[in-house]
């Protein structure tokens, strides 16, 4: 399973989205059906360790892909079922580590394209989606505000459980979340996980100052 097909599926959505959105002006003039995983495979080949594997969907992948875009509430039952039993805590039951070394994971954004150095740990590139730490200026919106998460939660077993598990496989938590599946995909190693926890909730931590 390659890390980079949520990224995929989500950008197959949007082109069945924009073109689903166009009505023909009869039934006469209806194009024929479009196919977008022929389309794909054709744009896409083999490029070291950026192959044509990562155009192969899981489950999740392929609910969340459907045209339309509507998800039956069923197929979000599903999607969270199947996610859920992907879940697995830290093997230690230690879910903090360094906050230093956490904050360098959250800011890095390479590994996993053609060009990257696959014996290098990727980065999680936290910063494109959220903000976290009030120094840092250059930060995404597409996630909501992480600034003082430790600060305003607390670390409850609860907390810290519940946090772990969003990095870890996000969609087990909500169905066709945008948020790539750090663990269950093998984005993030357990240690880097542990340490953009750390990053969350450490009292020094930069995001809780």
Request: overall charge neutral; proline content about 7%; hydrophobic content about 35%.
């Amino acid at each position: 399973m390659s890390p980079c097909k949520d990224r995929l599926a989500i950008s197959a959505l949007t082109l069945l989205l924009a073109v689903n959105s166009v009505a023909p002006a009869s039934a006469a003039d209806e194009p024929p059906a479009l196919d977008i995983a022929g389309a794909m495979r054709a744009s896409f080949k083999d490029k070291k360790q950026a192959t044509l594997a990562r155009l192969e969907q899981d489950e999740t992948q392929r609910l969340c892909s459907a045209p339309g875009g509507a998800l039956s509430p069923a197929d979000a039952s599903r999607i969270v079922e199947i996610n859920r039993a992907t879940l697995a805590g830290p093997s230690d039951g230690v879910y903090l580590g360094d906050h230093t070394a956490g904050e360098r994971v959250a800011m890095t954004g390479s590994g996993l394209q053609w060009n990257d150095d696959p014996t290098k740990p990727n980065g999680g590139n936290c910063y494109a989606c959220h903000e976290m730490a009030a120094k840092e200026l250059a930060y995404g919106t597409l996630g909501p505000s992480l600034k003082h998460y430790g600060k305003l939660r607390g670390a409850s077993p609860q907390m810290l459980e519940y946090t772990w598990n969003k990095i870890y496989n996000s969609n087990a938590l909500v169905p066709c979340s945008l948020m790539p599946r750090f663990g269950h995909q093998r984005i993030l190693t357990e240690q880097q996980m542990k340490d953009v926890m750390a990053y969350l909730f450490a009292k020094d931590s930069p995001v809780n100052q």
